[in-house]
């Protein structure tokens, strides 16, 4: 489903609840990520997987090396190899242990770089007598590090929020159509949710709509009057 089909769901409900009522594209789509977030850290990972389509792959993410004493995560700060991404990675989504994401490798492929889930985890690695010749990727403040290996690009592959971000974000090969919107795009929610998502958001705006006091400008629609950020489209 697109986020324009699921926009459109959604304002018809509305509508079909009060005709007099309209409200932006921008905040039904805002909504929709909102109550997909809070679902998303509160159910199982497994329902997440099953629907393949909604993750994107973004195959060519620069890196850079850093230093390690100016490095911002001070447990990585003995390490000889640290790469951090030049900017920060578009949202991704979380789960109740942290972002969803699938796997980060180096652009051919042949290396995947294991997850550090929490900096502990790094610690108690880093403790063992005889450790693991493993390179591990960990996100924080928006980017990403690579530690114990230097690749200058790699592949992402992660349930960003917004696919038009996520696949706007590759540094390489075939890029997004300029006139591309991010309502062209399918909208990121597991199949599994989709409905339960859709009903959250409506109830959430009629029940907004029924909480704004009676006024004398009954020919402004809701937007106007809930103030900025919910103008129409």
């Known amino acids: 489903m697109t986020i ?3 926009i459109s769901d959604v304002s018809n409900s509305i509508q079909a609840i009060n005709k007099d009522d309209r409200v932006s594209d921008r905040y039904i789509y805002s909504l929709a990520k ?4 809070y679902i998303l850290s509160q159910r199982p990972l497994r329902d997440v997987f099953r629907d393949s ?5 973004v195959t060519c993410v620069e890196m850079h090396r850093i230093r390690a004493d100016k490095c911002e995560i001070a447990e990585f700060r003995k390490c ?3 790469m951090r991404t ?4 578009p949202d991704i989504f979380n789960s109740s242990i942290g972002p969803i994401v699938i796997s980060v490798s180096n652009i051919t492929g042949e290396t995947e770089y294991q997850r ?3 900096l502990a985890d790094f610690k ?3 403790k063992r007598k ?3 010749a493993t390179n591990y990727f960990y996100l924080a403040n928006g980017y990403l590090y690579v530690v114990g290996s230097t690749p200058e690009i790699v592949s992402v592959n992660a349930l960003f929020t917004d696919k038009l971000e996520a696949e706007s974000f590759t540094e390489c090969g075939d890029k997004v159509d300029a006139c591309a919107t991010p309502y062209d795009f399918d909208i990121v929610i597991p199949n599994k949710y989709i409905s339960t998502v859709k009903d959250q958001v409506v109830q959430h705006i009629t029940k907004t709509y029924k909480a704004i006091p009676p006024d004398e400008n009954s020919d402004l629609d809701s937007n106007q009057k809930m103030g900025p950020g919910m103008r129409s489209k």
């Open 80 to 82: 000889d190899k640290i």
């Open 116 to 118: 550090l889930r929490t």
């Open 53 to 57: 389509s909604i993750f994107t792959e």
């Open 130 to 132: 005889f450790q693991n």
């Open 34 to 37: 909102n109550y997909t977030s």
């Open 86 to 89: 030049t900017c920060k990675l």
């Open 4 to 6: 324009y089909q699921f």
């Open 124 to 126: 108690t690695q880093q």
